[in-house]
């Protein structure tokens, strides 16, 4: 993959550590930030915050949403993030307004991958953070069901548990796969325990194979 300049930013395991002129443009100067203290002045119709466990970082994003359309007339959001957080996320607000803004129904198809086909990459240790603003967006547009009664729209990503003798659950995967395990071995590496139940292999290892081609594409 390369960047509009022709530098390479990403291998195919993602190993480097160059960032995108896009990535430089909307971490300099990000789009839609919400400054400290303009909170009450911004009148959002719905809000959501996220943190990531995988690095202890928080993201709220507010979202102005078109009763009648349900498109999102104006979005803003805040990062306690890193550099990689603040540019996809500034990304994320422009794609969710630009053009007349999305419906919430469109803005919620939106892939990880799609923020960061928009950014020119980023390396793969950074996408938790651009998967950090597509979960507060998630959560805010809850919050607008919630506020609007459409409680049967609510998305409810409960967990499933894989392993039931330790309690793996199908998040664990998915937070493992996106701080870099690759493999059934690096995933009880970073769970720090082995598989309990090893009719439970398969199903951990087609998760593996799910989540690397949602967050890092096949390869
Ligand atoms: S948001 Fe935590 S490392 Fe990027």
Redesign the pocket.
């Known amino acids: 993959m390369t960047n509009t300049t022709g530098a390479k930013i990403r291998d195919k395991q993602g190993n480097t550590w160059l960032y995108s002129d896009t990535v430089k443009d909307h971490f300099f100067n990000p789009r839609n930030i919400l400054f400290a203290g303009e909170e009450d002045k911004y009148d959002a119709d719905a809000m959501g915050r996220v943190g990531?466990p995988?690095?202890g970082?928080e993201m709220v994003l507010w979202l102005k949403i078109d009763p009648k359309t349900e498109k999102i007339a104006d979005c803003k959001w805040q990062?306690f993030?890193?550099g990689?957080?603040i540019a996809s996320t500034s990304m994320l607000s422009v794609m969710l307004s630009e053009n007349g803004g999305m419906t919430i129904e469109d803005a919620l198809k939106l892939k990880p991958q799609d923020i960061m086909e928009r950014l020119g990459g980023l390396p793969n240790r950074?996408i938790?953070?651009s998967v950090?603003g597509d979960k507060a967006l998630q959560a805010a547009v809850n919050d607008w069901y919630r506020k609007t009664g459409q409680h049967d729209k609510i998305i409810t990503k409960g967990a499933k548990i894989i392993d039931d003798k330790l309690n793996i659950t199908d998040h664990d995967i998915e937070e493992a796969v996106l701080e870099g395990a690759k493999t059934l071995e690096d995933v009880q590496k970073k769970l720090k325990v082995g598989v309990a139940t090893p009719e439970a292999i398969p199903e951990i290892e087609q998760l593996i194979r799910f989540y690397s081609e949602k967050y890092y594409g096949a390869e």
């Open positions: 990531s995988a690095c970082d990062t993030g890193c990689s957080a950074k938790h953070c950090l």
